[in-house]
């Protein structure tokens, strides 16, 4: 039996980029019912769906809402992560282009269920479009009187605003995107205090991914039962969006259970790029360790890849060849950490260069005898020291090279040069 489409069941359907168009698939009816539920009963509704934020770090997402302090003495804030800036990572540019008021209305009902009367939806400064089509339906949203001072006729006052980035990768980390959004340069902060008690202009804030928030119209309208019907286990539960991209023959984002098999995820997506054969794949961005080939039977849901000594991150999975030389891939990335690491901590700022440098030494054919124990060592010395989860990011990939491929570590010391062909050649002339 197919699974049916639920995040992206509008993609095709350009009717469902206006607002009649959304409201024909039966858009906005999940915020008629959370209006006229108990702002905790949501809350417990989205608690009880087991929804765990889809944004790299899996927390429960009714949970983090449950954190929001009720008093009035403050105002209150949501602010939607769509800084979807790793590489790999391209899932909700696909929410956000396609379906619009989806993620409009999944605001919306967060908003209500923590008492939030303002939202912004902090955006990658590099989706143009995504963002021209979220302020369209924003504006529509508006006109409609979906939005505004008596959000649907129910009196809840509702502003939602989007923000465009400027293209730093940091801003991407929660704290660092409340340092952007209020006019400051996009440094992450030291916690505690946590958003949930001290985030946006020193008020609580609920922060949230752009696919998290799209699944909660379909919790609401649908119940926690039916969403906990979909996945491995009570812990990992729901629909799935997971953005392939390497070496496989069609490339692209696909929804599936959580928990699906990175085998059928492969051949989902046409099976290995011309037939090639699979060496080593990327689960959850490019922060997430590498796994080999030996693992294509793991179940794609956030404990079972983390059993495995990776994540399921962002779940952007980059597919590897044989051909691809794994030091090369690596450098690549640490040159990318090293490059984004906005320098305001000591064991980033210095480790993620010297990371890059080894790597770079590496590859060129000017390794040398205990480099790779060198790069586990300075990996050792970033990972868990830096102030925000980029250091961590970086020490991924570089510590799953030296313990899963160290043999390709050896060959480029051995050979003083990499051993691998820069591109790959095909009789066919490609």
């Known amino acids: 039996m197919a699974f049916e489409r639920v995040l992206t069941r509008n993609v095709g359907n350009r009717d469902a980029l206006t607002l009649d168009g959304y409201k024909k698939t039966g858009g906005y009816e999940a915020l008629a019912k959370a209006l006229k539920m108990e702002p905790e009963a949501v809350i417990e509704e989205v608690k009880k769906s087991g929804l765990r934020g889809r944004g790299g770090a899996g927390f429960p997402a009714g949970m983090k809402w449950g954190f929001i302090p009720k008093g009035k003495d403050k105002p209150k804030y949501l602010v939607c992560n769509a800084d979807e800036s790793e590489p790999g990572t391209f899932k909700d540019r696909l929410l956000m282009e396609h379906d619009p008021h989806q993620l409009i209305e999944g605001c919306a009902i967060c908003c209500w ?22 302020e369209r339906a924003l504006k529509e949203a508006y006109d409609a009187r979906i939005l505004g001072n008596s959000a649907m006729g129910s009196g809840f006052k509702l502003n939602m605003y989007v923000h465009r980035g400027a293209g730093a990768y940091i801003c991407g980390e929660e704290t660092g995107m409340l340092e952007s959004l209020e006019g400051k340069r996009g440094q992450p902060r030291v916690k505690p205090p946590f958003p949930a008690v001290v985030g946006a202009f020193g008020a ?3 922060i949230n991914n752009v696919e998290t928030l799209c699944n909660v119209p379909h919790i609401i309208n649908r119940g926690a039962d039916w969403f906990k019907s979909i996945g491995t286990d009570e812990r990992n539960t729901g629909p799935k969006l997971y953005a392939i991209s390497g070496h496989v023959e069609r490339p692209g984002t696909y929804e599936h259970p959580i928990g699906i098999t990175f085998r059928e995820m492969l051949e989902a997506a046409g099976g290995m790029w011309r037939q090639g054969q699979l060496k080593a794949f990327i689960p959850g961005g490019a922060s997430a360790p590498l796994l080999k080939a030996s693992e294509i039977d793991i179940k794609m849901d956030f404990d079972t ?12 999975v980059i597919v590897m060849d044989e051909t691809v030389c794994m030091v090369r891939s ?4 640490a040159k990318f950490f090293n490059h984004e690491s906005c320098g305001q901590c000591t064991p980033c700022r210095e480790g993620t260069n010297w990371m890059e440098l080894l790597l770079k030494r590496l590859e060129h054919g000017e390794g040398r005898e205990g480099d790779a124990m060198l790069l586990k060592s300075v990996a050792g010395n970033v990972g868990g020291n830096s102030l925000c989860a980029l250091g961590d990011a970086a020490v991924g990939p570089v510590k799953s090279l030296v313990e899963r491929f ?22 066919d002339g490609v």
């Open 406 to 427: 160290p043999e390709e570590i050896e060959a480029h010391i051995r050979e003083r040069r990499c051993p691998f062909p820069e591109y790959r050649y095909f009789k």
């Open 204 to 206: 609580p804030t609920v």
């Open 330 to 333: 690596v450098a690549r990335l």
């Open 305 to 316: 890849v983390a059993k495995a000594g990776s994540m399921l991150g962002s779940a952007a």
């Open 113 to 134: 269920a923590v008492h939030a009367e303002t939202c912004y939806i902090y955006i990658r400064g590099e989706y143009t479009k995504a963002a021209a089509i979220l």
